[in-house]
């Protein structure tokens, strides 16, 4: 045999054992799709539990567990505006069983903020939006702000003592609250927590003086006198508040800041895999006993297709984008 053929052969061999060890990965990753999931799905959520996040990703567990028949858990990993939840989000493995519910400001805003380690539209894949929402301006009960218009007046006297807390540095809240100041030329200074259950807890203490809160965090206190609505961020009212007016409508026309979470995985994972989480995620948020409990919360459940939440997720990032360049916004 010459060393030519020789040497030719041995190529072949190779190339035939590269190919079949190609494709002998590729069965096994398609089979790995088709038998997803396979394990425990865990969803990150970056903020405090107790909070309107971690409050919406548990009223949606029970139904996603029947679905998947898997058990479904909760990671809460709060801080950096949930930044550290989405950093462990691009890092998981893309194989669907870690996905995270995001929000505005981990998924539109935070980019605009802090120079990050990942890309959010790069590294992380959508799967739908959840739920979208106004905040509500609140203060407590036993404060003297009684009206809207008595709330600006105190917050655009010079060094204002009128702060407003939010559940951190470019959520929801503190978005509505800074487009508020910019349209109302107000001198009140914003206050970030770690999430909007422990804002909550300091304005029910007489600590903080107002809130920017989701409708889930703020409800059950307005609902028992402890808390006293002003005002919603909206286009319109909120139908579980209907008595109390939008900034837009209280002098500032055109005035909308619409919270809203959304659904993430690892980018590269497998379109099938995407598919079927995105399946799950659109019958929860289609199922009537969920819905109820999150429009009792003054949430509307908005189930999209993926394609949908990127272009969605990717409008808001360039509208808010827009409000921390002008608002002069600085990361945490």
Known sequence: MSKTFAQSRR?????????????????QAQTAESNFPSQNIKILVGFAPGGSSDTVARIMVPKLTELFKQSVVIDNKPGAGGNIATDLLTKAAPDGHTI???????????????????????????LSLCVVFSNVLVVNAASDVKTFDEYLKQARQENSKMSFGSSGIGG?????????????????????????????????????????????????????????????????????LPNVPTIAESGFPGFEATNWYAFAAPAKTPPEVIKRLNAALVATLKDPGVVAQLRKLGLEPTPTTP???????????????????????KGS
Do not use: C
């Open 307 to 329: 394609a949908e939440a990127a272009r969605y997720i990717k409008a808001e990032s360039d509208k808010w984008g827009n409000v921390v360049r002008k608002a002069n916004i």
């Open 100 to 126: 995270m519910l995001g929000t505005v400001g981990s998924l539109s805003v935070n980019q605009h903020l802090n120079k990050l380690n990942y890309d959010p539209v790069t590294d992380t894949a959508a």
């Open 172 to 240: 929801g809240g503190h978005l509505a609250g800074e487009l508020l100041k910019i349209a109302a030329n107000l001198n009140n200074q914003h206050v970030a927590y770690r999430g909007g259950a422990p804002a909550m807890n300091d304005l029910l203490g007489g600590v903080l003086p107002s809130i920017l809160s989701s409708p889930t965090d703020a409800m059950q206190h307005i609902q028992s006198g402890k808390l006293r609505p002003l005002a919603t961020t909206g286009a319109k009212r909120l139908d579980t």
């Open 11 to 27: 190529w072949t061999l190779m190339a035939l054992l590269s190919a079949q060890a190609f494709f002998s990965a590729q069965a």
